[in-house]
C-alpha cells in the first residue's frame, strides 16, 4: 500500500500532476455540461457514435473530471494516472489517431504530451504538497509501532 503512495518531496511531481490535472480538467467538465460542453448525455451520444460502449464512456468522463481532480490534489496519483494514461491512448487510437500529429488538425500532439506527463506521475508519484506525501508520511511513522505490536503478538 505505501508504494501506492510513496513520493518524494519533489517540485517536479508537483508541475507535473498541475499541469496535467489543469489541462484534463476542463475537458472533463466540459462533458460533464460545464465550460460550454454538451454534457452527459451530449458526450455519450458522441461516445456512442464512435462505437465506445456506455460503460467505457462513463470511465472515460469519471477519469477526465474526478481523476483530473485527484491529480491536481495529489491524491491516488499513481492510479489516477495511469487510468488517464490510458484514456490518453484509447483517444489516440479510436478519434485522433487518424488526423496525424498536429493539434491544430485534431491529431494525437495533446494526447502524446498528457501521456507523457501521465506517465511520470505513475512512475514517480505525486511529488511536493500532496495528499499521497501527506498519507505516506503517517503510515512510514505508524510503521514502527505496528512492528512492535506484531512482535509482542
Do not use: C
Amino acid at each position: 500500500m505505501n508504494r501506492l503512495f510513496h513520493t518524494d518531496d519533489s517540485v517536479y511531481g508537483l508541475v507535473l500532476r498541475l499541469a496535467a490535472g489543469g489541462l484534463m480538467l476542463p475537458h472533463g467538465l466540459q462533458k460533464l455540461g460545464y465550460l460550454g460542453g454538451y454534457g452527459f448525455e451530449g458526450t455519450m451520444g458522441f461516445f456512442d457514435g464512435l462505437g465506445i460502449p456506455y460503460a467505457v464512456g462513463v470511465l472515460i468522463i469519471l477519469a477526465e473530471s474526478v481523476g483530473a481532480a485527484m491529480l491536481i490534489a495529489g491524491a491516488l496519483t499513481r492510479w489516477w494516472a495511469f487510468v488517464l494514461s490510458a484514456t490518453m491512448v484509447g483517444a489516440m487510437v479510436t478519434l485522433h489517431g487518424a488526423n496525424g500529429f498536429f493539434l491544430s488538425a485534431g491529431g494525437v500532439e495533446y494526447n502524446l504530451a498528457l501521456l507523457a506527463m501521465t506517465g511520470l506521475l505513475t512512475v514517480f508519484g505525486a511529488g511536493k504538497w500532496s495528499v499521497d506525501g501527506w498519507i505516506a508520511a503517517r503510515s512510514s511513522e505508524a510503521a514502527p509501532v505496528e512492528q512492535t505490536l506484531r512482535r509482542a503478538a
